[in-house]
């Protein structure tokens, strides 16, 4: 049965990212803090599933309820779409969710709700009468924006494309080439009782079968692993031959800068750009792999404010986007992002291009990284940038994984493999 502390946790996570606005990510923290660890996975496991199932629930919760819920008692939306996220899609009994449900109330002082909360439950039971799967309705819970979108842009491809968002995100490593190998690692997994597969787009990932806290993965603080999705280790694949000068732009967490020093045996005149207060995590990981690089706080498209006037070979812009290639590893995207939000992102995106151009050596490149799965982020912004300049040149390399663009290669996310990310590598021409 589902601890009621359990329960009255996971709503409030699920309050405070619907109304409050908070991160997922960050409220899971602060809230899991209050609770025994023992109690924390299947807390998480309520909250993120209610998060994923939101648009489908709260339609659901509405019809249910015969008076929308006072501004006041907001916290007992929460409660509803755990619970119901529970019914459809964990095996403890119908019978103790419920019964689970109504002792959360009384935790979240909303006692006089016991009532209301139980009847709720019980007629969704009674009109749906649950076989614990909502495989059908999983269309519902992208915000309809971004579902008009996809049906647009890839409707060959949209029931992998939701399938993949709605399930749990695998977690992928990168091997540390100058430290282990891929199969050295998985004969060391394999001996302790652990297991993971190699990818099948990158030579130096592997997927655990099995998530693990970062801290408990073998050899992660001795620099032998990092966490790092497939799609995104693509990176030094699409940039090519890494010589003289390198930048990468937007670097933070610092995954791509110490993937680049690890496939280039660290031999590399790199400079890892970012905003302030941003720096901290690539330096972190930086120390723990052993790599060297140097770490500039910035705006890229203020280069005149930190730029020494020597041009750089290859710039890796991974450029601030939607992020509706990870929506699995980022739920809430589905209720903070708005169709809106894409303009905007798209004319921040156009904006760093045009900025860092100029700091490109003739011959040089510029490889263009997004996890959005969004045309308007993507080939839409090289179309408007190619168009705009006189010396760009469009390469596409040898590189079959995801699908060709006009301008680039788009990788849609995968159910347990790699999430969807977008590359694009534009030459400066030598005349």
Same mark, same amino acid.
């Given at each position: 049965?589902?601890?009621?502390?359990?329960?009255?946790?996971?709503?409030?996570?699920?309050?405070?990212?619907?109304?409050?606005?908070? !991160?997922?990510?960050?409220?899971?923290?602060?809230?899991?803090?209050?609770?025994?660890?023992?109690?924390?996975?299947?807390?998480?496991?309520?909250?993120?599933?209610?998060?994923?199932?939101?648009?489908?629930?709260?339609?659901?919760?509405? #019809?249910?309820?015969?008076?929308?819920?006072?501004?006041?008692?907001?916290?007992?939306?929460?409660?509803?779409?755990?619970?119901?996220?529970?019914?459809?899609?964990?095996?403890?009994?119908?019978?103790?969710?419920?019964?689970?449900?109504? %002792?959360?109330?009384?935790?979240?002082?909303?006692? *006089?709700?016991?009532?209301?909360?139980?009847?709720?439950?019980?007629?969704?039971?009674?009109?749906?009468?649950?076989?614990?799967?909502?495989? =059908?309705?999983?269309?519902?819970?992208?915000?309809?924006? /971004?579902?008009?979108?996809?049906?647009?842009?890839?409707?060959?491809?949209?029931?992998?494309?939701?399938?993949?968002?709605?399930?749990?995100?695998?977690?992928?490593?990168? +091997?540390?080439?100058?430290?282990?190998?891929?199969?050295?690692?998985?004969?060391?997994? %394999?001996?302790?009782? @652990?297991?993971?597969? #190699? !990818?099948?787009?990158?030579? +130096?990932?592997?997927?655990?079968?099995?998530? @693990?806290?970062?801290?408990?993965?073998?050899?992660?603080?001795?620099?032998?692993?990092?966490?790092?999705?497939?799609?995104?280790?693509?990176?030094?694949?699409?940039?090519?031959?890494?010589?003289?000068?390198? /930048?990468?732009?937007?670097?933070?967490?610092?995954?791509?800068?110490?993937?680049?020093?690890?496939?280039?045996?660290?031999?590399?005149?790199?400079?890892?750009?970012?905003?302030?207060?941003?720096?901290? /995590?690539?330096?972190?990981?930086?120390?723990?792999?052993?790599?060297?690089?140097?770490?500039?706080?910035?705006?890229?498209? #203020?280069?005149? !404010?930190?730029?020494?006037?020597?041009?750089?070979?290859?710039?890796?812009?991974?450029?601030?986007?939607?992020?509706?290639?990870?929506?699995?590893?980022?739920?809430?995207?589905?209720?903070?992002?708005?169709?809106?939000?894409?303009?905007?992102?798209? *004319?921040?995106?156009?904006? @760093? /291009?045009?900025?860092?151009?100029?700091? +490109?050596?003739?011959?040089?490149?510029?490889?263009?990284?997004?996890?959005?799965?969004?045309?308007?982020? =993507?080939?839409?912004?090289?179309?408007?940038? +190619?168009?705009?300049?006189?010396?760009?040149?469009?390469?596409?390399?040898?590189? *079959?994984?995801?699908?060709?663009? #006009?301008?680039?290669?788009?990788?849609?996310?995968?159910?347990?493999?790699?999430?969807?990310?977008?590359?694009?590598?534009?030459?400066?021409?030598?005349?």
């Amino acid at each position: 049965m589902p601890a009621p502390n359990i329960c009255a946790t996971a709503s409030s996570i699920v309050c405070d990212v619907i109304h409050k606005r908070i !991160s997922l990510d960050k409220a899971t923290v602060i809230r899991l803090s209050k609770l025994p660890q023992s109690n924390w996975g299947e807390t998480r496991e309520i909250s993120w599933g209610a998060i994923r199932w939101y648009h489908y629930y709260l339609q659901i919760i509405n #019809k249910l309820l015969q008076k929308p819920l006072h501004k006041n008692d907001l916290m007992l939306e929460g409660l509803l779409l755990c619970s119901l996220y529970q019914l459809d899609h964990m095996r403890a009994p119908n019978y103790a969710i419920v019964s689970s449900a109504v %002792e959360a109330c009384r935790l979240l002082d909303r006692a *006089k709700a016991c009532g209301l909360v139980n009847a709720i439950l019980r007629q969704y039971l009674k009109q749906t009468n649950t076989n614990k799967s909502a495989k =059908n309705d999983e269309y519902k819970t992208m915000p309809s924006w /971004l579902l008009n979108i996809l049906r647009t842009h890839w409707p060959h491809h949209l029931e992998q494309i939701i399938d993949a968002c709605n399930g749990r995100p695998p977690m992928t490593l990168r +091997v540390n080439r100058q430290r282990c190998t891929v199969n050295a690692y998985l004969e060391h997994l %394999e001996k302790i009782g @652990l297991h993971g597969s #190699k !990818s099948t787009i990158s030579d +130096v990932a592997l997927t655990l079968s099995k998530p @693990l806290p970062v801290n408990a993965i073998p050899g992660f603080n001795e620099g032998q692993v990092s966490v790092q999705d497939a799609a995104a280790q693509l990176t030094p694949l699409f940039a090519g031959k890494l010589e003289g000068r390198i /930048l990468d732009a937007c670097a933070s967490p610092g995954g791509k800068t110490c993937h680049l020093l690890e496939s280039s045996d660290g031999k590399l005149d790199l400079t890892a750009l970012d905003l302030h207060g941003h720096t901290e /995590l690539i330096e972190s990981n930086l120390q723990r792999l052993g790599l060297e690089a140097k770490i500039v706080a910035g705006d890229a498209t #203020k280069p005149e !404010s930190w730029w020494d006037n020597q041009y750089f070979n290859c710039i890796i812009l991974d450029a601030p986007c939607s992020a509706t290639g990870v929506i699995r590893r980022h739920p809430d995207i589905r209720i903070h992002r708005r169709n809106s939000d894409i303009y905007h992102l798209a *004319k921040r995106q156009l904006e @760093l /291009l045009t900025s860092l151009w100029p700091l +490109v050596a003739k011959g040089g490149r510029i490889v263009y990284v997004t996890c959005s799965i969004i045309p308007e982020e =993507n080939d839409h912004i090289i179309e408007q940038f +190619v168009d705009q300049k006189n010396d760009v040149i469009v390469k596409y390399p040898p590189i *079959k994984t995801g699908l060709k663009t #006009k301008f680039g290669r788009q990788l849609l996310p995968q159910v347990g493999d790699a999430d969807g990310f977008y590359y694009a590598v534009l030459e400066r021409n030598q005349s």
